[in-house]
C-alpha cells in the first residue's frame, strides 16, 4: 500500500487517534477530565457545594474498583473527580491529573469533605456516557464527554454554551473518530508492510517507551497482584511466558497506581500494553531489526483495533483478549508469517477465548492479559503445528472477517444483559 492509496490515510489517521498516552485507567481519567473542565468555566475563587456524576454503567464499572494515580491510593468515582476539580488540566487529555502535587491532593481530600458528591445512572443508551453537574457559591458549571474518552462535547456556566478547549481531544471536539469499519486484516498487513516508517515512528517509538517502562516497573517492584511476576517465577527460560509476563507487570503497576504514562490502544492502557509488551519483548531477545518490530507493531495495534470496531470501547467483552491476539499476530508476523497465518491465528485465538468477561478495572486485570497473550499464542503455535478451528465450530464461520464479525456481534449485542448483570453484582444489587 502506498501514499497515494485513501486507505494509506486512513490507516494513519486512526493510529494517531488511538495512540494517545494516558496516566492510570482511562475511565477515571475522562471522569476527572470532564471534572477539570466543568471546574475551568468557574471562578477561581468560586466554592464548590456539590458535584453530581451522571454516568453510564460501564463508567461505573471501570472506575469502582481502581487506584486514581496522583491521589495516594485512593480509588472510586468521586475521589476522581475530585482530583480533577482540585488540580487537572482539561486540555491534557488523559493526563490530566499527571501534574496533581501535594496541594493539590489535600484540596482533593477538602473537597471529598466539604462538597457534597452524587453518583447518578444516567439516562439514555449510551454505552460511554460522563456528566458532571457542579454547584457553588458563584454559579453552576456542566461539561460532558461521551462515546470516546476524550470527546467533550457541552461545556455550559449557567447554562450558557461555553467556548470548548481547544486541545482537551487529538481533534478537538471531533463528532465522530476516523470511520474503522473498512479495516480489513488484508489491508492491515500490506499497510504494515509498505508504510513508510518515517510516518509512524515518533509515534510508535513513543509506545515502545513509555509501555516498556511501566513494564519493567512491574517487574521491578511489588506492584498489585504481582501477576507479571509470579508468571516470570514460574518459566523464566520460556520466551513466550516473558512475553505475556512483561505485559502483565505493565498491568500490575498500572491498576495499582503507578504514574508513568501508558500509550493506548481502543482507548485502553491495558489493551494499549497488551498489544504492544509482548511483541517489544519477543522482538528484542530474538535480536530482530527495529524496523522489523515497528511493522510487526503496526499488525498488532491494527488488528487489536479491527476486533474491537465491532464490539465498541467499552462492553461485557474483556478487550484484552483482542489485544492478546494482536500481539499474536504482531509475534507470527515477526517470525515471517504473511496473511494465512494471520488469519488462522485470529480464528484459532477467537475461537478458544472468546468469552472472557470485563468486570471493572482491577488488580486482576494483569491476570486477564496474561491469559489473553497466552491465548493469543495458542492459537499461533495450534497453526504452526498445521491444526486449525473450521466454520461451524462455535461461533467460527469461514473467512477470518466474518469471524471477527461475530465475535463483535457477541460482544455489542449478545452480552449486552451480561454487562448489566455484571454491573448490579458488582454494586450489591
Known amino acids: 500500500m502506498n501514499k497515494t492509496d485513501p486507505r494509506y490515510g486512513m490507516y494513519l489517521a486512526i493510529l494517531r487517534e488511538e495512540l494517545l498516552l494516558a496516566m492510570g485507567c482511562t475511565e477515571p481519567a475522562a471522569v476527572a477530565c470532564a471534572a477539570a473542565a466543568a471546574r475551568s468555566v468557574l471562578p477561581p475563587d468560586a466554592a464548590l457545594q456539590s458535584c453530581e456524576l451522571h454516568v453510564s454503567g460501564n463508567i461505573i464499572k471501570n472506575v469502582k474498583s481502581v487506584v486514581v494515580p496522583n491521589t495516594g491510593g485512593a480509588r472510586g468515582l468521586e475521589t476522581a473527580a475530585a482530583a480533577g476539580l482540585a488540580g487537572g488540566d482539561a486540555r491534557a487529555g488523559l493526563q490530566v491529573i499527571a501534574r496533581l502535587d501535594d496541594a493539590g491532593r489535600a484540596r482533593m481530600r477538602a473537597l471529598l469533605q466539604d462538597c457534597r458528591f452524587t453518583v447518578c445512572p444516567a439516562g439514555g443508551d449510551k454505552v460511554f456516557y460522563i456528566e458532571v453537574r457542579l454547584d457553588s457559591d458563584r454559579g453552576t458549571a456542566r461539561a460532558v464527554i461521551e462515546d470516546f474518552h476524550t470527546n467533550l462535547t457541552v461545556l455550559e456556566r449557567d447554562g450558557a454554551p461555553r467556548p470548548l ?42 509506545q515502545i517507551d513509555c509501555n516498556m517502562a511501566i513494564a519493567e516497573e512491574g517487574l521491578r517492584r511489588p506492584w498489585g497482584a504481582q501477576v507479571g511476576r509470579t508468571l516470570l517465577k514460574s518459566a523464566p527460560g520460556d520466551l513466550y511466558t516473558r512475553a505475556a509476563a512483561a505485559a502483565a507487570a505493565g498491568s500490575d503497576a498500572r491498576m495499582g497506581g503507578c504514574e508513568l504514562p501508558v500509550a493506548i490502544v481502543s482507548g485502553s492502557g491495558n489493551q494499549g ?137 457477541l460482544a455489542r449485542e449478545g452480552m449486552r444483559g451480561t454487562d448489566c448483570e455484571i454491573l448490579d453484582i458488582m454494586v450489591g444489587r
Open 273 to 409: 500494553l497488551t498489544a504492544s509488551v509482548p511483541v517489544i519483548v519477543y522482538a528484542r531477545e530474538k535480536g530482530l531489526p527495529h524496523d522489523a518490530l515497528l511493522r510487526a507493531l503496526l499488525v498488532s495495534d491494527l488488528i487489536t483495533i479491527h476486533q474491537k470496531t465491532g464490539i465498541g470501547r467499552l462492553s461485557a467483552f474483556c478487550g484484552a483478549t483482542s489485544a492478546g491476539v494482536g500481539a499474536a499476530c504482531g509475534i507470527a508476523w515477526l517470525d515471517g508469517g504473511g496473511y494465512e497465518v494471520i488469519a488462522h491465528t485470529i480464528v484459532n485465538a477467537l475461537a478458544i477465548l472468546s468469552g472472557m468477561v470485563c468486570d471493572g478495572a482491577k488488580a486482576s486485570c494483569a491476570a486477564k492479559i496474561a491469559t489473553a497473550v497466552n491465548n493469543g499464542l495458542l492459537g499461533y503455535r495450534l497453526f504452526q503445528q498445521g491444526l486449525q478451528f473450521y466454520g461451524g465450530d462455535g461461533i467460527v464461520t469461514k473467512g477470518v472477517e466474518n469471524t471477527i464479525a461475530n465475535v463483535g456481534r
Open 165 to 206: 478547549p481547544g486541545a482537551a481531544a487529538p481533534h478537538p471536539q471531533a463528532a465522530a473518530q476516523t470511520d474503522r469499519t473498512a479495516m480489513t486484516v488484508e489491508d492491515i498487513l500490506d499497510f504494515a508492510a509498505g508504510a513508510d516508517l518515517d510516518d509512524v515512528r515518533e509515534l510508535l517509538q513513543r
